[in-house]
């Protein structure tokens, strides 16, 4: 492993921040975007398929955003917009803004050739909700299985899990295989 600065990093790559692996999807304005490369835990999205209310979320900032904040200092994460509109239109979550996530939906389509080359051997979430209340109901999450596919889970299942999303400082320092 050697050191160097994330901007440095090709997109589509990995990198380690600590001893978890990151993707570098992009960056801009001094800001990288980043994905764990495997999941940090399994876990039930939540009470509800809302990002916002998810024991997914609790976790990321309690046990996961802490150890890579010691790495790179807390100032090196930045915040970032997360909109949890439904896949069916509603957008009766609205946005919200955070220093942790998962990735949406949207972003995975965007996305999904780089994803298709680090795909974990599980299913992981998405932080887009199926549908809300406002239509149906707020339990049915999207989700990624192992081959790729854009399916949903209840929000009570618990084997699925959890890819980290974050955006970096570019100047940090990374570790990456030589």
Known sequence: MKEMKLTEVING?????GDVEFIKFSEENGEVTAVAKDIAFRSQFGKNNNLKESSVLERLKNEF???IAEVVGEEN???????LTSLDGLKTYGDMVSKISIPTFDFYRENVK???EYNPDT???LATPDTTPEHLNDF??????PDGNVNFSSNYDGTNG?????????????SVEE
């Open 123 to 125: 299913w992981w979430w």
């Open 65 to 67: 955003l802490p150890k």
């Open 13 to 17: 790559k990995t990198f380690k921040i």
């Open 77 to 83: 994460i930045l915040e970032h917009k997360v909109d």
């Open 114 to 116: 780089i994803f298709d």
């Open 140 to 145: 049915w999450c999207r989700c990624v299985s």
């Open 162 to 174: 959890v890819r980290p999303f974050l955006k970096f400082v570019s100047s940090i320092f990374v």
